[in-house]
């Protein structure tokens, strides 16, 4: 079994242009794409780009994110807390039980590893 997998480049793969599960349309017109470049062997976690363009969502999540933002900028704000902002260069985590709004302020891309299950 290969226990070491460079990514692929996005450039020939079709991205999913469909909203995320749990994502709701807020703010304007945003669109994402999103590139899932490997899936594990156990099929738990995934790894890939992630695109969007200017907007808000409210986002739920069900499980865990770690995030390296690539390009843009980001305020994302938990229901009921303070808002962080994240901005190219920026790493950072999402727990499953967030719950919050991501107000894209600059177009992003974004590499994620989630936990699928």
Same mark, same amino acid.
């Given at each position: ?44 976690? *995934?790894?890939? %780009?992630?695109?969007?363009?200017? #907007?808000?969502?409210?986002? =739920?999540?069900? +499980?865990?994110?770690?995030? &390296?933002?690539? *390009?843009?900028? %980001?305020?994302?704000?938990?229901? #009921?807390?303070?808002?962080? =902002?994240?901005? +190219?260069?920026?790493?950072? &985590? ?24």
């Amino acid at each position: 079994m290969q226990t070491v997998i460079k990514l692929p480049p996005t450039q020939g793969i079709d991205p999913s242009t469909d909203d995320l599960d749990g994502w709701v349309v807020t703010e304007g017109t945003p669109s994402m794409k999103t590139w899932v470049l490997h899936t594990s062997a156990a099929g738990d976690m *995934a790894s890939g %780009i992630w695109e969007c363009t200017k #907007g808000s969502y409210h986002a =739920t999540y069900t +499980a865990y994110e770690y995030v &390296v933002l690539i *390009a843009g900028r %980001i305020v994302i704000t938990p229901d #009921g807390g303070e808002p962080v =902002t994240v901005q +190219a260069g920026d790493s950072f &985590v999402v727990e499953p039980t967030f719950k919050g709004t991501w107000k894209i302020e600059e177009d992003v891309r974004k590499h994620f590893d989630f936990r699928l299950k």
